[in-house]
Protein backbone atom coordinates (compact mmCIF):
# COMPACT_ATOMS: atom_id res chain seq x y z
CA UNK A 1 0.00 0.00 0.00
CA UNK A 2 2.84 2.48 1.00
CA UNK A 3 4.88 1.26 -2.30
CA UNK A 4 1.54 1.97 -4.25
CA UNK A 5 0.48 5.75 -2.33
CA UNK A 6 4.58 6.65 -3.33
CA UNK A 7 4.31 5.59 -6.64
CA UNK A 8 1.06 7.78 -6.99
CA UNK A 9 2.55 10.30 -5.60
CA UNK A 10 6.02 9.77 -7.96
CA UNK A 11 3.51 9.79 -11.46
CA UNK A 12 1.66 13.01 -9.80
CA UNK A 13 4.49 14.72 -9.86
CA UNK A 14 6.22 13.71 -12.94
CA UNK A 15 2.76 14.80 -14.12
CA UNK A 16 3.26 18.39 -12.97
CA UNK A 17 6.51 18.74 -14.08
CA UNK A 18 5.70 17.89 -17.62
CA UNK A 19 2.64 20.65 -17.36
CA UNK A 20 5.27 23.06 -15.76
CA UNK A 21 7.65 22.31 -18.46
CA UNK A 22 5.25 22.94 -21.36
CA UNK A 23 3.75 25.35 -19.69
CA UNK A 24 7.30 27.38 -19.71
CA UNK A 25 7.89 26.85 -23.39
CA UNK A 26 4.37 28.54 -24.01
CA UNK A 27 5.58 31.44 -21.60
CA UNK A 28 8.95 31.41 -23.50
CA UNK A 29 7.08 31.49 -27.15
CA UNK A 30 4.48 34.02 -26.10
CA UNK A 31 7.43 36.80 -24.49
CA UNK A 32 9.84 36.33 -27.56
CA UNK A 33 6.73 37.48 -29.88
CA UNK A 34 6.42 40.70 -27.23
CA UNK A 35 9.85 41.36 -27.49
CA UNK A 36 9.26 40.99 -31.55
CA UNK A 37 6.71 43.35 -31.75
CA UNK A 38 8.89 46.06 -29.95
CA UNK A 39 11.79 45.98 -31.20
CA UNK A 40 11.40 48.09 -34.53
CA UNK A 41 11.43 51.44 -32.54
CA UNK A 42 14.76 51.14 -31.93
CA UNK A 43 16.28 48.82 -34.67
CA UNK A 44 14.41 50.53 -37.25
CA UNK A 45 15.78 54.05 -36.30
CA UNK A 46 18.46 54.07 -38.42
CA UNK A 47 16.02 53.94 -41.64
CA UNK A 48 14.12 56.54 -40.09
CA UNK A 49 16.27 59.42 -39.65
CA UNK A 50 16.64 60.68 -42.66
CA UNK A 51 12.99 60.94 -43.89
CA UNK A 52 12.27 62.66 -40.66
CA UNK A 53 14.93 65.07 -40.98
CA UNK A 54 14.02 66.23 -44.30
CA UNK A 55 10.10 66.57 -42.90
CA UNK A 56 10.77 68.32 -39.99
CA UNK A 57 14.36 70.33 -41.28
CA UNK A 58 16.66 69.42 -38.57
CA UNK A 59 19.97 68.13 -38.61
CA UNK A 60 20.84 64.76 -37.48
CA UNK A 61 21.99 65.50 -33.40
CA UNK A 62 18.78 66.95 -32.56
CA UNK A 63 16.78 64.71 -34.49
CA UNK A 64 18.46 61.91 -32.01
CA UNK A 65 17.68 63.32 -28.89
CA UNK A 66 14.35 61.45 -30.05
CA UNK A 67 16.25 57.95 -29.94
CA UNK A 68 18.06 58.79 -26.59
CA UNK A 69 14.54 59.23 -25.05
CA UNK A 70 13.28 56.59 -26.12
CA UNK A 71 16.48 54.80 -24.60
CA UNK A 72 16.18 56.42 -21.69
CA UNK A 73 12.58 56.41 -21.10
CA UNK A 74 12.78 52.40 -21.90
CA UNK A 75 14.89 52.41 -19.01
CA UNK A 76 15.10 54.92 -16.71
CA UNK A 77 11.45 54.17 -15.20
CA UNK A 78 12.32 50.06 -15.59
CA UNK A 79 12.43 49.65 -11.16
CA UNK A 80 9.31 51.57 -11.07
CA UNK A 81 7.88 49.49 -13.89
CA UNK A 82 9.38 45.91 -12.58
CA UNK A 83 7.65 46.97 -9.20
CA UNK A 84 4.02 47.29 -10.76
CA UNK A 85 4.62 43.92 -12.81
CA UNK A 86 5.40 42.39 -9.63
CA UNK A 87 2.44 43.64 -8.10
CA UNK A 88 -0.25 43.60 -10.95
CA UNK A 89 1.46 40.91 -12.77
CA UNK A 90 3.08 40.31 -16.17
CA UNK A 91 -0.19 39.98 -18.50
CA UNK A 92 -2.01 43.27 -17.42
CA UNK A 93 1.48 45.88 -17.73
CA UNK A 94 2.93 43.98 -20.97
CA UNK A 95 -0.56 44.29 -22.91
CA UNK A 96 -0.28 47.92 -22.02
CA UNK A 97 3.37 48.09 -22.98
CA UNK A 98 2.90 46.23 -26.50
CA UNK A 99 -0.42 48.92 -27.13
CA UNK A 100 2.41 52.24 -25.95
CA UNK A 101 5.17 50.73 -28.19
CA UNK A 102 2.94 50.79 -31.58
CA UNK A 103 0.97 53.54 -30.69
CA UNK A 104 3.78 55.49 -30.22
CA UNK A 105 4.53 55.02 -34.12
CA UNK A 106 0.46 56.01 -35.12
CA UNK A 107 1.14 59.31 -33.22
CA UNK A 108 4.49 59.98 -34.25
CA UNK A 109 2.71 59.94 -38.33
CA UNK A 110 1.38 63.25 -37.19
CA UNK A 111 4.34 64.86 -35.50
CA UNK A 112 4.95 68.06 -37.12
CA UNK A 113 7.74 69.39 -34.73
CA UNK A 114 10.60 67.84 -32.91
CA UNK A 115 8.88 68.52 -29.67
CA UNK A 116 5.89 66.27 -31.20
CA UNK A 117 7.97 63.46 -32.11
CA UNK A 118 10.01 63.75 -28.80
CA UNK A 119 7.10 62.84 -26.32
CA UNK A 120 5.36 60.67 -29.40
CA UNK A 121 8.25 58.29 -30.51
CA UNK A 122 10.49 58.73 -27.29
CA UNK A 123 8.42 59.44 -24.51
CA UNK A 124 5.35 56.87 -25.54
CA UNK A 125 7.39 54.67 -27.45
CA UNK A 126 10.35 54.59 -24.24
CA UNK A 127 7.74 53.95 -22.05
CA UNK A 128 5.97 50.95 -23.62
CA UNK A 129 9.22 49.13 -24.59
CA UNK A 130 10.75 49.49 -21.32
CA UNK A 131 7.57 47.98 -19.78
CA UNK A 132 7.53 44.83 -21.78
CA UNK A 133 11.36 44.75 -21.98
CA UNK A 134 11.66 44.76 -18.04
CA UNK A 135 8.54 42.06 -17.83
CA UNK A 136 9.15 39.34 -19.79
CA UNK A 137 13.15 38.87 -19.23
CA UNK A 138 12.18 39.19 -15.31
CA UNK A 139 9.34 36.75 -16.04
CA UNK A 140 11.56 34.38 -17.98
CA UNK A 141 14.04 34.20 -15.43
CA UNK A 142 11.67 32.71 -13.04
CA UNK A 143 10.10 30.41 -15.50
CA UNK A 144 13.77 28.98 -16.22
CA UNK A 145 15.94 28.73 -13.24
CA UNK A 146 17.90 26.14 -14.84
CA UNK A 147 18.50 27.24 -17.95
CA UNK A 148 18.82 31.00 -17.10
CA UNK A 149 21.14 32.33 -19.40
CA UNK A 150 19.34 30.48 -22.26
CA UNK A 151 15.99 32.05 -21.46
CA UNK A 152 16.81 35.80 -21.03
CA UNK A 153 18.92 35.50 -23.88
CA UNK A 154 16.01 34.11 -26.16
CA UNK A 155 13.16 36.45 -25.61
CA UNK A 156 16.38 38.94 -25.88
CA UNK A 157 16.56 37.72 -29.10
CA UNK A 158 13.21 38.34 -30.06
CA UNK A 159 14.36 42.26 -29.78
CA UNK A 160 17.09 42.01 -31.37
CA UNK A 161 15.70 39.88 -34.07
CA UNK A 162 11.81 40.80 -34.65
CA UNK A 163 12.87 43.85 -36.44
CA UNK A 164 14.10 40.98 -39.33
CA UNK A 165 10.91 40.54 -40.75
CA UNK A 166 10.26 44.32 -40.99
CA UNK A 167 13.56 45.78 -42.37
CA UNK A 168 13.48 45.61 -45.47
CA UNK A 169 9.59 46.20 -46.04
CA UNK A 170 9.67 49.49 -43.97
CA UNK A 171 13.15 50.63 -45.99
CA UNK A 172 10.25 49.77 -49.32
CA UNK A 173 6.97 51.39 -47.56
CA UNK A 174 9.25 54.49 -47.11
CA UNK A 175 10.14 54.79 -50.17
CA UNK A 176 6.62 53.97 -51.55
CA UNK A 177 4.41 55.62 -49.13
CA UNK A 178 6.66 57.57 -47.15
CA UNK A 179 7.17 58.39 -43.96
CA UNK A 180 4.10 59.30 -42.47
CA UNK A 181 1.80 56.32 -43.77
CA UNK A 182 5.02 53.54 -42.96
CA UNK A 183 4.35 54.92 -39.44
CA UNK A 184 0.82 54.80 -38.96
CA UNK A 185 0.47 51.09 -40.77
CA UNK A 186 3.37 49.30 -38.65
CA UNK A 187 2.24 51.15 -35.61
CA UNK A 188 -0.90 49.47 -36.07
CA UNK A 189 0.48 45.91 -36.83
CA UNK A 190 2.90 46.17 -33.69
CA UNK A 191 0.26 47.08 -31.05
CA UNK A 192 -2.54 44.51 -32.44
CA UNK A 193 0.00 41.50 -32.60
CA UNK A 194 1.65 42.46 -29.05
CA UNK A 195 -1.73 42.59 -27.44
CA UNK A 196 -3.12 39.26 -28.35
CA UNK A 197 0.09 37.69 -27.63
CA UNK A 198 0.51 38.94 -23.85
CA UNK A 199 -2.97 37.76 -22.86
CA UNK A 200 -1.19 34.12 -22.37
CA UNK A 201 1.61 35.61 -20.12
CA UNK A 202 1.04 34.74 -16.28
CA UNK A 203 3.53 34.22 -13.44
CA UNK A 204 4.72 31.00 -12.30
CA UNK A 205 2.76 28.98 -9.53
CA UNK A 206 3.80 25.81 -7.52
CA UNK A 207 4.17 23.51 -10.63
CA UNK A 208 7.44 25.27 -11.73
CA UNK A 209 8.85 24.80 -8.58
CA UNK A 210 9.25 21.14 -9.18
CA UNK A 211 11.59 22.05 -12.19
CA UNK A 212 13.61 24.76 -9.48
CA UNK A 213 13.80 21.74 -7.00
CA UNK A 214 14.84 19.30 -9.25
CA UNK A 215 17.61 21.77 -10.73
CA UNK A 216 21.11 21.55 -9.56
CA UNK A 217 21.19 25.45 -10.17
CA UNK A 218 21.68 27.48 -7.14
CA UNK A 219 20.22 30.49 -6.62
CA UNK A 220 21.57 33.48 -5.09
CA UNK A 221 20.44 35.60 -1.58
CA UNK A 222 17.33 36.71 -3.03
CA UNK A 223 17.96 40.34 -1.78
CA UNK A 224 15.82 43.42 -2.45
CA UNK A 225 16.87 46.21 -4.25
CA UNK A 226 17.58 48.24 -1.36
CA UNK A 227 20.09 45.55 -0.40
CA UNK A 228 21.72 44.81 -3.92
CA UNK A 229 22.03 48.57 -4.39
CA UNK A 230 24.69 48.85 -1.50
CA UNK A 231 26.64 46.10 -3.24
CA UNK A 232 29.59 47.17 -5.03
CA UNK A 233 29.44 43.90 -6.82
CA UNK A 234 26.18 45.70 -8.23
CA UNK A 235 28.14 48.80 -9.68
CA UNK A 236 30.41 46.94 -11.27
CA UNK A 237 28.06 45.28 -13.44
CA UNK A 238 26.09 48.47 -13.74
CA UNK A 239 29.48 50.19 -14.91
CA UNK A 240 30.00 47.37 -17.50
CA UNK A 241 26.79 47.27 -18.78
CA UNK A 242 26.95 51.02 -19.48
CA UNK A 243 30.14 51.09 -21.26
CA UNK A 244 28.86 47.86 -23.41
CA UNK A 245 25.51 49.64 -24.17
CA UNK A 246 27.34 52.83 -24.83
CA UNK A 247 29.58 50.65 -27.62
CA UNK A 248 26.76 49.43 -29.13
CA UNK A 249 24.22 51.89 -29.23
CA UNK A 250 27.39 53.96 -30.98
CA UNK A 251 26.85 51.82 -34.07
CA UNK A 252 22.92 50.80 -33.91
CA UNK A 253 21.88 54.62 -34.28
CA UNK A 254 24.50 55.96 -35.99
CA UNK A 255 24.75 53.08 -38.86
CA UNK A 256 23.11 54.75 -41.80
CA UNK A 257 25.02 57.90 -41.27
CA UNK A 258 28.63 56.72 -41.17
CA UNK A 259 27.45 53.77 -43.77
CA UNK A 260 26.83 56.87 -45.94
CA UNK A 261 30.07 58.86 -44.79
CA UNK A 262 32.29 55.24 -46.14
CA UNK A 263 30.16 55.45 -49.73
CA UNK A 264 28.28 52.11 -49.47
CA UNK A 265 24.77 53.06 -48.78
CA UNK A 266 23.97 52.23 -52.42
CA UNK A 267 26.79 49.60 -53.03
CA UNK A 268 24.99 46.10 -54.33
CA UNK A 269 26.52 43.51 -52.36
CA UNK A 270 25.27 39.90 -53.10
CA UNK A 271 22.22 41.36 -55.34
CA UNK A 272 20.85 43.76 -52.59
CA UNK A 273 22.11 47.20 -51.34
CA UNK A 274 24.54 47.14 -48.69
CA UNK A 275 22.70 48.85 -46.24
CA UNK A 276 19.79 47.06 -45.52
CA UNK A 277 21.85 43.97 -46.00
CA UNK A 278 23.70 44.71 -43.62
CA UNK A 279 21.20 45.84 -41.10
CA UNK A 280 18.95 42.35 -41.66
CA UNK A 281 22.33 40.59 -41.06
CA UNK A 282 22.93 42.51 -38.33
CA UNK A 283 19.51 41.68 -36.97
CA UNK A 284 20.19 37.75 -37.17
CA UNK A 285 23.42 37.80 -35.19
CA UNK A 286 22.19 40.66 -32.72
CA UNK A 287 19.40 38.12 -32.10
CA UNK A 288 21.15 34.86 -32.54
CA UNK A 289 23.77 35.36 -30.18
CA UNK A 290 21.53 36.17 -26.66
CA UNK A 291 20.58 32.52 -26.57
CA UNK A 292 23.87 31.06 -28.14
CA UNK A 293 25.65 33.27 -25.20
CA UNK A 294 23.17 32.64 -22.70
CA UNK A 295 23.48 28.93 -23.46
CA UNK A 296 27.07 28.83 -23.42
CA UNK A 297 27.30 30.82 -20.17
CA UNK A 298 25.21 27.94 -18.64
CA UNK A 299 27.99 25.85 -19.07
CA UNK A 300 31.33 27.54 -19.24
CA UNK A 301 30.48 30.15 -16.75
CA UNK A 302 29.38 34.30 -16.99
CA UNK A 303 32.44 35.59 -16.86
CA UNK A 304 34.65 33.55 -19.13
CA UNK A 305 31.40 33.87 -21.99
CA UNK A 306 31.57 37.74 -20.94
CA UNK A 307 35.52 38.08 -22.14
CA UNK A 308 34.86 36.26 -25.17
CA UNK A 309 31.94 38.35 -26.91
CA UNK A 310 33.33 41.32 -25.29
CA UNK A 311 36.79 41.03 -26.83
CA UNK A 312 35.53 39.82 -29.89
CA UNK A 313 33.18 42.83 -30.51
CA UNK A 314 35.96 45.08 -29.84
CA UNK A 315 38.50 43.31 -32.18
CA UNK A 316 35.21 43.04 -35.04
CA UNK A 317 34.71 46.71 -34.87
CA UNK A 318 38.99 47.34 -35.26
CA UNK A 319 38.55 45.83 -38.45
CA UNK A 320 35.08 47.39 -39.46
CA UNK A 321 36.78 50.63 -39.10
CA UNK A 322 39.96 49.92 -41.12
CA UNK A 323 38.53 48.26 -44.02
CA UNK A 324 35.40 50.94 -43.91
CA UNK A 325 35.50 51.57 -47.77
CA UNK A 326 34.98 47.83 -48.48
CA UNK A 327 31.26 47.18 -49.22
CA UNK A 328 31.40 43.62 -48.57
CA UNK A 329 33.28 43.69 -45.91
CA UNK A 330 31.32 46.30 -44.19
CA UNK A 331 28.23 43.69 -44.50
CA UNK A 332 30.21 40.78 -42.91
CA UNK A 333 31.77 42.81 -40.32
CA UNK A 334 28.31 44.74 -39.19
CA UNK A 335 27.12 41.18 -38.35
CA UNK A 336 30.09 39.87 -36.62
CA UNK A 337 30.01 43.22 -34.72
CA UNK A 338 26.37 43.01 -33.34
CA UNK A 339 27.12 39.19 -32.69
CA UNK A 340 29.17 40.54 -30.22
CA UNK A 341 26.77 43.39 -28.31
CA UNK A 342 23.91 41.72 -28.32
CA UNK A 343 24.68 39.12 -25.60
CA UNK A 344 24.83 41.92 -22.98
CA UNK A 345 20.67 40.96 -22.69
CA UNK A 346 21.18 37.50 -21.70
CA UNK A 347 24.78 38.00 -19.14
CA UNK A 348 23.40 40.58 -17.48
CA UNK A 349 20.50 39.93 -16.56
CA UNK A 350 21.35 35.93 -15.49
CA UNK A 351 24.22 36.61 -14.28
CA UNK A 352 22.16 39.79 -11.70
CA UNK A 353 19.62 36.77 -11.13
CA UNK A 354 22.66 34.33 -9.99
CA UNK A 355 24.10 36.47 -7.98
CA UNK A 356 20.72 38.17 -6.23
CA UNK A 357 18.04 35.66 -6.20
CA UNK A 358 15.20 34.86 -8.16
CA UNK A 359 12.58 36.69 -5.80
CA UNK A 360 12.89 40.28 -6.67
CA UNK A 361 14.74 39.33 -9.91
CA UNK A 362 12.20 42.01 -11.88
CA UNK A 363 12.97 44.74 -10.31
CA UNK A 364 16.33 44.16 -9.59
CA UNK A 365 16.49 44.23 -12.87
CA UNK A 366 15.28 47.25 -13.63
CA UNK A 367 17.70 48.53 -11.73
CA UNK A 368 20.43 47.67 -14.03
CA UNK A 369 18.50 47.92 -16.80
CA UNK A 370 18.86 51.83 -16.23
CA UNK A 371 23.03 51.49 -17.46
CA UNK A 372 21.32 50.78 -21.06
CA UNK A 373 19.65 54.71 -20.84
CA UNK A 374 22.95 56.22 -19.85
CA UNK A 375 24.64 54.07 -22.82
CA UNK A 376 22.14 55.77 -25.30
CA UNK A 377 23.17 59.28 -24.33
CA UNK A 378 26.85 58.70 -25.14
CA UNK A 379 25.67 56.32 -28.14
CA UNK A 380 23.47 58.56 -29.11
CA UNK A 381 23.14 62.45 -29.38
CA UNK A 382 27.12 62.46 -27.76
CA UNK A 383 28.84 60.43 -30.62
CA UNK A 384 26.70 62.35 -33.25
CA UNK A 385 28.43 65.68 -31.50
CA UNK A 386 31.82 63.86 -31.38
CA UNK A 387 31.61 63.05 -34.83
CA UNK A 388 30.08 66.54 -35.93
CA UNK A 389 32.94 68.00 -33.90
CA UNK A 390 35.95 66.15 -35.23
CA UNK A 391 34.62 65.99 -38.78
CA UNK A 392 35.93 61.83 -38.34
CA UNK A 393 34.19 58.70 -37.61
CA UNK A 394 37.49 57.48 -35.69
CA UNK A 395 37.15 59.12 -32.77
CA UNK A 396 33.50 57.18 -31.80
CA UNK A 397 34.75 54.13 -33.14
CA UNK A 398 38.25 54.27 -31.14
CA UNK A 399 36.13 55.09 -27.67
CA UNK A 400 33.74 52.55 -28.58
CA UNK A 401 36.62 49.36 -29.08
CA UNK A 402 37.90 51.36 -25.65
CA UNK A 403 35.19 50.24 -23.74
CA UNK A 404 34.78 47.18 -25.24
CA UNK A 405 38.50 45.88 -24.23
CA UNK A 406 38.03 47.23 -20.79
CA UNK A 407 34.97 45.60 -19.91
CA UNK A 408 36.48 42.39 -21.79
CA UNK A 409 39.01 42.58 -18.87
CA UNK A 410 36.84 43.69 -16.20
CA UNK A 411 34.73 40.50 -16.53
CA UNK A 412 37.43 38.25 -15.88
CA UNK A 413 40.02 39.71 -13.38
CA UNK A 414 37.39 42.27 -11.18
CA UNK A 415 33.54 40.77 -11.94
CA UNK A 416 34.32 36.63 -11.59
CA UNK A 417 37.02 36.95 -8.25
CA UNK A 418 34.37 39.22 -6.37
CA UNK A 419 31.53 37.48 -7.41
CA UNK A 420 32.88 34.31 -5.99
CA UNK A 421 34.29 36.15 -2.68
CA UNK A 422 30.19 37.39 -2.89
CA UNK A 423 28.44 34.38 -3.07
CA UNK A 424 30.51 32.80 -0.98
CA UNK A 425 29.89 35.00 2.14
CA UNK A 426 26.38 34.27 1.48
CA UNK A 427 25.68 30.66 1.95
Not at 181 to 206: C, E, H, K, M, N
Not at 226 to 240: C, D, E, G, I, R
Request: hydrophobic content about 50%; proline content about 4%.
Amino acid sequence: MTTRTQTLHDNATAGTVGIATHSRWLQLGLGLICMMTISSPQYVWTLLTKPLSAKLGVQLPELQVTFSLLIILQTFFSPFQGKLIDRFGPRLLISLGTVMSGLSWVLASQATSTSMLYFTYGVVGGLGTGIVYVGVVGLMVRWFPDKRGFAAGAVAAGYGMGAIVTTFPVSSSLAARGIDATLWIYGIAFAAVGLVASQGLRTPRDASSAIAASSAHVNGPDLRPSQVLKTPLFWLMFAMMTMMSTSGLMVTSQMATFAADFGVTKVLVFGMAALPLALTIDRFTNGLTRPLFGWVSDRLGRENTMFVAFALEGIAMALWLLTRENAVLFVLLSGVVFFGWGEIFSLFPSTLTDTFGTRHATENYGWLYISQGIGSIFGGPLAALMHQNAQSWVPVFGTAIAFDICTALLAIVVLKPMRARFLASHR
